[in-house]
């Protein structure tokens, strides 16, 4: 039996929501996977000369901790990557690589580990849930570890008439370097901040308040603190608001940044990809429609 699993890339954090919100985009890798004698992988598009190519390939590391959380024998598998989520962007290329192969490892199975358990798997090996959470559900979703494994997500629905603009730099960033720059302990007023904008964010999200939304996408636990990584961050974040963009933060750990627009996307695309340009970097803004289907597993 051949498998075939869509997974979309995703977009953590959306400012405040550290670590909690994802969103997944209209953007999507493409796995097929066939049980075989030995693991075998051929890669095509984003990562194809520099992603592994045999058993440490993390998208046949997940098919083959599907096989073992079922406790059935793993020989092998075939593999096709199709990448279109370029790596080390700040859009969820891991989490997608690990919902990937979980996914078509499940399906080959014949489904025997539930979302819940598949999501169970993804966060423990990504670190984080809520690339993983997004990538597996789709839409905005919103995670919390609550302790031995178990991950709660609930997925919400986005306003239809958002438009979400990605600008990906030609640079890459390193999610471990990312992390490394934060600190361990914050002002509390900088948590109650946090604490004040994701709670409106979900809020306006929902209600499809654009003026609470606006008020909503700035950030004090991790942004301020990686600008010493990408110092063209704030001028990217004037450009895109001067251009009529709700909001604009980093994706993810960066160095993507995402553009959440009710008004011509165009318009803030173009402005993001000229600031980016006047820093002396080049890039690429486009915009995306919210994937609200999650990995998808078919019989190829």
Known sequence: MRVHVRVPATSANLGPGFDTLGLALALHNEVQATEADRVTVTLEGEGARELPAGADNVVARGVRQAYEAAARA???????????????????????????????GNALLGGPLSRDAILALAARAEGHPDNVAAALYGGLTVSCALGEG????????????LRWIVLVPEVTSATAEARAVL???????????????????LAGLQSGRADAIAGALDDRLHQPYRRRLFPWLPSVVDAARGAGALGCVLSGAGPSVLAAVSGDADRVARAMEGA???????????????DTEGAVSTRA
């Open 150 to 161: 178990r991950i709660a997500t609930v997925s919400l629905p986005v306003p239809a008439s």
């Open 183 to 201: 600190p361990d302990s914050v002002p509390r007023a900088d948590a109650v901040f946090n604490v004040q904008r994701v709670a409106l964010l």
């Open 74 to 104: 793993f020989k092998g598998v075939a593999l096709t990557c199709v990448n279109r989520i370029p790596a080390s962007r700040g859009l969820g290329s891991s989490a997608a690589a690990w919902v990937g192969g979980l996914v078509a």
């Open 276 to 290: 980016l340009t006047a820093a002396g970097i080049g890039g690429r803004a486009r915009a995306f429609a919210v």
